[in-house]
C-alpha cells in the first residue's frame, strides 16, 4: 500500500494535519514545479496545485498507478478532467466546496456594484482629473438572475439579501426547494432572463454549460442588462458577448474570459460596458486557512477511513 501524499504546501504549515507517524503517511511538496518530489507511482493522495492549469494539473496523473484521491483546491474540477482517462476504477475526485465560497461571492457583489455605480468610468475620471457627476443605476430594487446556484450561488445571494433588491431568481441544473424559494431548472432559463437586471454566472463549467451564454441567451436578456460571470470563460461565448457590448445593449464585469488570460489586444480589454478583472474571485487572503482547513479534514478522515466529503464522482462507476 501506498503512503505518500502530495501536497502544494508544506505539511507543517497545515495545522491539524496528521501526523506522517502516527497516520502512516509520507508527506511530499509539490506546487507544479518542473521536478516530481517523488515517483507519481507511489502517491496515494494527490492535492492538485492551486491556479497551474490543466497541464500542472494532468501532469503526474498518468504515472499515478496506486492513488486513491484526488483533491482540488477549486471548485471546478474542469482542469483535472482530461486527466480522469489516466485513472484506476475507485479513485474519488474531491473538490473544494466550501473554500471559494465567501471570497467568490464578495467579487460578484464587488463587481455588480462597480458596474452598476460607475466606479470605472470614475477611476478614469480620476485619471483625467474629470468630475464625472450624474444619476447612476442602484442595485436597490433591480432583478437579479444567479445561474448556477450552488454553494457559490447561495452565498452571492446571501450578500445580496441587504441591498433591496426587487427579487433574485435561481437556476440550477435541476428544480429544488429553498428556504428563500424555489431553485429553477436550466430548462426554464428562457422565460426567466427577460426579466432579469443583472444576471451573475456561477455554474461549473460542464458539457451542459459550455457556451451556454450564447447569441439566442444574450438576445433573450433585457436591454442595459447587466451580465457577471464569476463562472468560466468558455461559459460564454466571447463573439456573441463583444457583439452586444459593441452595440451598447448590455454591459458585463467578468473575472474569468475565453480565452485566459486575456491577451494583449484583444477586444475584450477595451469593448464598451465591459469590467474585466484577471479570474480573482477565489484568489484573496480568506484561500489558504480555508484551504488548509479543507486538506485537514480531508485526511483525517482519510486515514480514518471514513467518507471524504465533497466527492464529485468516483472512477469507473
Keep these: 500500500m501506498t503512503t505518500d501524499v502530495w501536497l502544494p504546501f508544506e505539511a507543517h504549515e497545515i495545522e491539524g494535519l496528521p501526523g506522517p507517524a502516527e497516520a502512516g503517511l509520507t508527506y511530499r511538496y509539490w506546487d507544479g514545479g518542473p521536478e516530481f518530489p517523488a515517483d507519481p507511482a507511489d502517491c496515494a493522495f494527490y492535492v492538485v496545485p492551486y491556479m497551474q492549469g490543466t497541464e500542472v494539473a494532468v501532469r503526474p496523473l498518468s504515472a499515478m498507478t496506486s492513488v486513491r484521491v484526488v483533491q482540488t483546491l477549486t471548485a471546478g474540477i474542469d482542469h483535472v478532467e482530461p486527466g480522469i482517462k489516466f485513472l484506476a476504477p475507485g479513485v474519488r475526485l474531491c473538490n473544494a466546496r ?11 457583489l464587488a463587481l455588480v456594484l462597480a458596474s452598476l455605480r460607475g466606479i470605472p468610468r470614475f477611476v478614469e475620471g480620476q485619471r483625467q482629473e474629470e468630475w464625472r457627476s450624474g444619476f447612476y443605476p442602484a442595485l436597490a430594487d433591480r432583478s437579479v438572475l444567479i445561474v448556477g446556484y450552488g454553494a457559490i450561488g447561495s452565498a452571492i445571494e446571501d450578500r445580496l439579501t441587504p441591498f433591496e433588491c426587487a427579487r433574485v431568481a435561481r437556476v440550477a441544473r435541476s428544480a429544488r426547494a429553498t428556504e428563500r424559494g424555489p431553485v429553477h431548472p436550466l430548462a426554464e432559463l428562457p422565460s426567466l432572463l427577460p426579466q432579469a437586471d443583472v444576471v451573475i454566472l ?21 436591454d442595459g442588462a ?6 468560466r470563460g468558455p461559459v460564454v461565448d466571447t463573439k456573441a458577448l463583444l457583439a452586444e457590448l459593441e452595440s451598447g445593449r448590455l454591459t458585463a464585469a467578468l473575472d474569468v474570459t475565453d480565452p485566459e488570460p486575456l491577451p494583449a489586444g ?17 484568489s484573496s487572503s480568506a484561500y489558504l486557512p480555508r484551504a488548509k482547513r479543507l486538506l485537514a479534514a ?3 478522515e482519510y486515514v480514518a477511513g471514513r467518507p471524504l466529503d465533497n466527492v464529485v464522482l468516483t472512477t469507473g462507476s
Design 98 to 108: 466550501g473554500v471559494h465560497d465567501a471570497s467568490t461571492a464578495e467579487l460578484a
Design 226 to 231: 447587466l451580465l457577471v460571470n464569476v463562472a
Design 202 to 222: 456561477a455554474t461549473p463549467l460542464t458539457e451542459a454549460t459550455r457556451g451556454l451564454v450564447g447569441a439566442d441567451f444574450l438576445a433573450r436578456m433585457k
Design 298 to 300: 480531508q485526511l483525517t
Design 266 to 282: 484583444h477586444p475584450l480589454w477595451h469593448a464598451p460596458g465591459a469590467l474585466v478583472s484577471p479570474h480573482v474571485g477565489g
